[in-house]
């Protein structure tokens, strides 16, 4: 039977909603995350091999919802629902990539939307805090991430802006919506001289993706590309 022809045979039979069941990695599949992941991250600067090793193990088209399945290895944000999206790859492994993790962290992500971004820091980091205000989404991405293996991914539904205090500290916080300022919460909950990541700026038009370092009681920022995230909401949007 041709490969397509599986491929088709797997669209058609598994339930729209991926969290129950997972679409099989195939050939099609494989190819196409490597050929994403050579031209576009790796061709593009991206060069942590832990980062690089996390992008080719983790199924991004998993992540997606099933009619787009076939854009799922495309270097583009894709919507999810809720008027949420999942990231572009190469903004995934470049946020990842900035915080120089290793596998004796723990992160904090702020954002959990799909999931995807999850699951490819769980495969470098110890522990994995996520938290999504949209309960729709938050139930989905659990459901999936358990479904796939991930058992060091812990996730809340709740507003981000006030992080997992009861966690705290992270030696990473990673921030996947975009926020005019710096939220004060996370920064408190940020270990001295560990990383956050945001794209900070207007939220409805453009942000600069910013690395905050703490440094005591100060902190210093970095501004490393302009991108598009969509809002941070709850408190942040309020305030």
Do not use: C
Request: proline fraction near 6%.
């Amino acid at each position: 039977m041709k490969k397509s022809l599986l491929i088709l045979l797997f669209l058609t039979f598994f339930p729209s909603t991926l969290s129950a069941e997972v679409v099989a990695d195939l050939t099609k599949f494989r190819k196409a995350r490597e050929n994403l992941i050579r031209n576009y991250i790796e061709g593009r600067g991206v060069s942590d091999p832990l980062v690089l090793k996390a992008m080719r193990e983790v199924p991004r088209h998993n992540f997606v919802p099933r009619k787009i399945v076939p854009k799922a290895y495309a270097d583009t944000a894709l919507p999810i629902g809720g008027g949420q999206t999942i990231s572009q790859p190469y903004v995934v492994a470049l946020m990842t990539a900035s915080l120089k993790l290793g596998d004796h962290h723990r992160v904090l992500e702020i954002g959990t939307g799909s999931g995807y971004q999850s699951a490819v820091l769980a495969k470098i980091v110890r522990e994995v805090y996520s938290i999504e205000i949209k309960e729709k989404l938050h139930n989905k991405a659990t459901r999936l991430l358990k479904t796939l293996g991930f058992t060091n991914v812990k996730t809340r539904h709740g507003d981000g802006y006030f992080g997992w205090p009861e966690a705290a500290p992270f030696d990473a916080i990673m921030i996947t919506a975009a926020v005019n300022h710096v939220p004060p919460p996370l920064l408190k909950q940020l270990k001295d001289g560990g990383f956050l990541i945001l794209p900070l700026g207007n939220p409805f038009s453009y942000q600069n993706l910013t690395l905050v370092t703490k440094n005591g009681d100060d902190y210093t920022t970095q501004l490393i590309t302009g991108v598009l995230f969509v809002p941070m909401t709850g408190h942040a949007m309020d305030r």
